[in-house]
C-alpha cells in the first residue's frame, strides 16, 4: 500500500497542478 | 464541459483509491463506480480526445486536457485492479476485471495511437505521458500491466527512429522488470 499511496499522491500533486492551469 | 466532468470523475476515483489504501481492512467498500462503467468511461474521454488537434498546435488547455485523460486512464485502470483485489473472494471478480479494463483500453488507444501519429511531437507527448502511466502501474506492481503492455507498447514506437536515448532507457527499464 505504501507504493500505491506514493503513486496516489503523484497523481494528486499532477492534478492540482492541472486544476490551477484550468481555472 | 466534458473536461470538467473528466476532472470530477478523477478526483472521485483518487478518492476511492486513497481510502482503499489507508484502510485496506475496512468493511465498508468505497467503490462509488461499478466496474460496467467501463465503456462509458472510455467515451468521455474520447470526447475529450476529440477536440485534439490534427495540424495546428495545441494549446495549454489542449494540452492539459490529454494529460488529464491519461490520468484518468491510470485512475481506472488502478481503480479496477484495486477493486478486484477486494473481491478476491469472488472467483470471476478478476476476469471481470481484466475485461473491463481491456475494453476500456481497446477503445481510448486507437485514439492516442491517431493523436502520436499526427507529428513526431504529437508522438513524444503522448509517449511522455503513456511512459508515466506505464512506470506508475509499475510501481504499483499491477497484474494488468503484463495484459496491457503489448497493446500499449505500440504507441511508444510509432516514431521508432526518432525515439529520445531517455525515452528508449525508460521503455527498457519497463521491459526489463515485469510485475
Known amino acids: 500500500n505504501k507504493a500505491l499511496l506514493k503513486c496516489l499522491q503523484r497523481l494528486q500533486y499532477k492534478m492540482g497542478q492541472l486544476e490551477v492551469q484550468s481555472s | ?179
Request: with cysteine.
Open chain 2, 1 to 179: 464541459e466534458c473536461v470538467a466532468h473528466l476532472r470530477l470523475l478523477s478526483w472521485i476515483i483518487l478518492g476511492s483509491l486513497n481510502h482503499m489504501a489507508m484502510c485496506p481492512s475496512s468493511d465498508v467498500p468505497c467503490h462509488p463506480l461499478p466496474l460496467d462503467t467501463s465503456l462509458q468511461i472510455a467515451d468521455l474521454a474520447l470526447v475529450v480526445l476529440e477536440s485534439y488537434p490534427e495540424h495546428t498546435k495545441a494549446s495549454v488547455y489542449q494540452m492539459s486536457s490529454l494529460a488529464q485523460v491519461f490520468i484518468l486512464c491510470q485512475l481506472w485502470t488502478i481503480y479496477c485492479e484495486q477493486v478486484a483485489v477486494f473481491n478476491t473472494s469472488h472467483g470471476d471478480m478478476y476476469r471481470t476485471t481484466c475485461l473491463a479494463v481491456m475494453e476500456f483500453w481497446m477503445k481510448v488507444a486507437p485514439t492516442f495511437i491517431q493523436i502520436a501519429s499526427y507529428s513526431k511531437s504529437h508522438g513524444e507527448m503522448v509517449n511522455l505521458h503513456l511512459l508515466s502511466l506505464l512506470e506508475g502501474l509499475q510501481e504499483v506492481n499491477s497484474s494488468l500491466l503484463v495484459q496491457l503492455y503489448p497493446m500499449l507498447v505500440t504507441i511508444l514506437y510509432i516514431h521508432e527512429g526518432s525515439l529520445s536515448a531517455g525515452l528508449q532507457h525508460r521503455i527498457q527499464e519497463i521491459q526489463n522488470c515485469p510485475p
